[in-house]
């Protein structure tokens, strides 16, 4: 039987104090008043998790699968897909996963996926883009894009433009109450970044790893919206959601004096996937789109009123990703 859900003020002051909304302390007050996900509510559906192999991917996963969901793990590195397929297998003995390779910062590869994606599935209900990157300096891809650009923002819009027949055909119109999820990881870092679309390739200035990470996370939630009105007459959901500060090896990696610093305070990676796996699930997020989310609540996108980005700065965007994607097709 849970308890009484954290009255708003409660939560909402969590999630201003920042340490206590994101570490586990925000999520052992707000958990302790959710309903649990009835077994088997993903039956039936075929989910997308990028970046699976490791982290937040492989929980988002685990989470899907105990579900029922048939889940396809995409990864870049096949050896390391294979692995989170077997320890899904472990926990979920008999559930349907498969792995498919897939380099998120390569638009090449994100087309060459989606191609045999659409050859081999009848359908997606959901697609998580959780691939993420903090690289330690600039680094550009084999197709001259910044990596954080290309993995965070320009990948996944390309494949959820090339994914959209089967998004489609996993958001029947005689069941408008179960559309396709497209769900973004981004992060709390995006409130750090305002929208900045002068150089998205970060050509300019001293580049940092922690601030181009910043940028595109903060891209993803606007993307969001984007693709949201982009996609409503196709009846495909997106949202976009922040984690807090989850123990996975990205951050033990890219962030070890953090890492040291909040270790007892940091969430297990099935905590931080927690609100990844509900919006698949809940009715809520499946009649709503382009919200942002954390702890299964919908989330400001700015903190400061008067953040919002003016329209010519979102339409710059949507014009960057299509330009450098070249993917123009209509919904
Ligand atoms: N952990 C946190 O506290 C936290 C907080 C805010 C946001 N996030 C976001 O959560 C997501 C997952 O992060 P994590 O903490 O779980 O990190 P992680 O352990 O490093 O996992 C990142 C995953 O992304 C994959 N990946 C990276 N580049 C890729 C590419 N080009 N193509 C395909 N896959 C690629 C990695 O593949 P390999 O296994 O091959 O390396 C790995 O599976 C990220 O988007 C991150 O920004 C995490």
């Not at 509510?41 to 699968?65: E, F, Y």
């Not at 294979?82 to 996963?97: C, D, F, M, S």
């Not at 951050?251 to 931080?272: E, I, K, M």
Request: net charge neutral; glycine share 12%; proline share 8%.
């Amino acid at each position: 039987m849970p308890l009484p859900r954290l009255p708003r003020l409660v939560d909402a002051a969590l999630d201003r104090l920042v340490v206590p909304g994101y570490s586990r302390l925000g999520y052992l007050a707000r958990s302790a008043g959710w309903a649990a996900t009835p077994p088997g509510a993903l039956a039936g559906r075929t989910i997308a998790v990028t970046g699976a192999s490791s982290g937040l991917g492989t929980a988002t996963a685990i989470g899907l699968a105990g579900l029922g969901a048939a889940v396809e793990l995409v990864v870049r590195d096949r050896g390391r897909g294979e692995t989170a397929r077997a320890e899904i297998l472990v926990r979920h003995p008999g559930a349907q996963v498969t792995v498919a390779r897939c380099d998120l910062s390569s638009l090449a590869d994100v087309r060459r996926y989606a191609l045999d994606a659409r050859d081999r599935l009848l359908a997606l209900h959901g697609l998580v883009h959780n691939a993420g990157v903090l690289p330690a300096g600039r680094t550009e891809t084999d197709e001259g894009h910044e990596l954080c650009l290309a993995t965070h923002v320009l990948g996944p819009f390309l494949l959820t433009r090339e994914l959209l027949p089967l998004l489609r055909a996993g958001s029947p119109p005689d069941r408008p109450g179960e559309p396709a999820r497209v769900v973004f990881v981004s992060s709390g870092g995006m409130y750090t970044a305002a929208l900045r679309t002068d150089d998205p390739e970060f050509t300019g200035g001293r580049y940092s790893g922690g601030a181009a990470y910043a940028r595109t996370k903060r891209m993803q939630v606007v993307l969001a919206e984007l693709l949201a009105d982009d996609l409503a007459a196709a009846g495909v959901v997106v949202h976009s959601m922040h984690p807090g500060w989850a123990d996975t090896p990205g951050v033990a990696d890219s962030l070890p004096g953090f890492r040291r610093l909040t270790a007892p305070l940091l969430r297990t990676a099935a905590q931080g996937a927690d609100t990844a796996v509900w919006l698949q699930t809940d009715r809520e997020p499946g009649r709503c789109s382009g919200v942002f989310w954390h702890d299964r609540a919908p989330r400001p996108t700015h903190y400061l009123p008067g953040g919002e980005e003016p329209a010519a700065a979102r339409a710059a965007l949507w014009t960057l990703c299509v330009d450098a994607t070249g993917s123009a097709r209509p919904v």
